[in-house]
C-alpha cells in the first residue's frame, strides 16, 4: 500500500511541476508583449498629454496675439477719433456729413457711440445724416453676416458682437433677414451660412433687449434646419439666454 501510495504522490508532484512550468512558459512568452503594451500605453498616455499641453500653449498664445490686436486697434481708433472731432463739428455740411459717415466705417466701436449721440440729438446739426448712416451701417453688417466669404461674415460678426449689441434696430433686420431667408433661401449667397452667423452673434446681444425680443426670437429658433447640428448648436445657446 506504502509504495502505490508514494507512487501516486510522485506522480502528482510531477502534474503540479509541469502545471506550474506550464503557467511559467505562457507568462514568459507574454512577458514581452505585455511590455509591448505597456509601453505603448505609456507613449500614448505621454503624447496626447504632451498635445494638449501644446494646443493650451497655442490657444494661450493666440488670445494674447487676439488680445494684443484688439488693444492696438482701440489705441489706433483713439487717435482716429481725435482727427475726426474738428470735421465733426464743422459748420460746412458736407465735411461734417462725411465725417459723420467716416468715423463710423473707420473706428467701428467708438464711432458707433459719437454717431449714436449725434443721432439722438434732433436739433444737432448733421442728426438727419447720423440716422442714415447708421442705418446704412446695419445693412452692411447684416450683408456681412450673410456673404458668401467667411471672411466677410467674420468681420461682420466681430464688429456686431464689439459695438453693436444694444442695438435694437439691428437685432429686428438680423430677425427679419434670417426669417426671409429660411423662406426662401435664393434671398441670400449663403444662406444656410448666414443664419449660423446670426445664430453666433444673437446670444452676444443685451439680456434686456433678448428679453424683450422674446418671441420672435423664439419664433426663429423654432424655423430653424433640424438637419443642421452645428446651427441648432448656436440656438441652443440664444434659447438658454432666453430661459
Request: proline share 4%; aromatic share 4%; net charge neutral.
Amino acid at each position: 500500500m506504502e509504495p502505490e501510495l508514494n507512487e501516486r504522490l510522485a506522480r502528482l508532484e510531477k502534474a503540479l511541476a509541469r502545471k506550474q512550468k506550464d503557467k511559467w512558459d505562457k507568462l514568459t512568452a507574454l512577458t514581452p508583449a505585455v511590455i509591448s503594451l505597456t509601453i505603448a500605453a505609456v507613449g500614448w498616455h505621454f503624447t496626447n498629454a504632451h498635445n494638449a499641453h501644446q494646443l493650451e500653449l497655442q490657444q494661450r498664445q493666440h488670445e494674447s496675439q487676439l488680445q494684443i490686436a484688439y488693444v492696438n486697434a482701440s489705441i489706433g481708433q483713439s487717435e482716429l477719433i481725435k482727427d475726426f472731432m474738428q470735421p465733426l463739428s464743422a459748420t460746412d455740411t458736407t465735411v461734417r456729413n462725411i465725417a459723420i459717415e467716416a468715423v463710423l466705417y473707420a473706428a467701428p466701436a467708438p464711432g458707433k457711440r459719437i454717431v449714436d449721440i449725434i443721432a439722438r440729438a434732433p436739433a444737432a446739426d448733421g442728426a438727419r445724416t447720423a440716422r442714415a448712416a447708421l442705418e446704412a451701417k446695419r445693412r452692411d453688417l447684416a450683408a456681412g453676416l450673410f456673404a458668401a466669404q467667411g471672411a466677410a461674415r467674420f468681420a461682420a460678426a466681430s464688429e456686431i458682437t464689439n459695438a453693436w449689441t444694444g442695438d435694437e434696430a439691428l437685432l429686428h433686420l438680423l430677425v427679419d433677414r434670417s426669417t426671409r431667408c429660411l423662406a426662401d433661401r435664393s434671398t441670400a449667397p449663403d444662406c444656410a451660412d448666414g443664419i449660423y452667423a446670426v445664430m453666433g452673434v444673437l446670444p452676444a446681444f443685451h439680456s434686456s433687449l433678448l428679453q424683450e425680443h422674446r418671441a420672435e426670437l423664439t419664433a426663429l429658433l423654432s424655423r430653424l434646419p433640424k438637419n443642421s447640428p452645428l446651427t441648432m448648436g448656436q440656438g441652443k445657446i440664444l434659447a438658454a439666454k432666453l430661459e
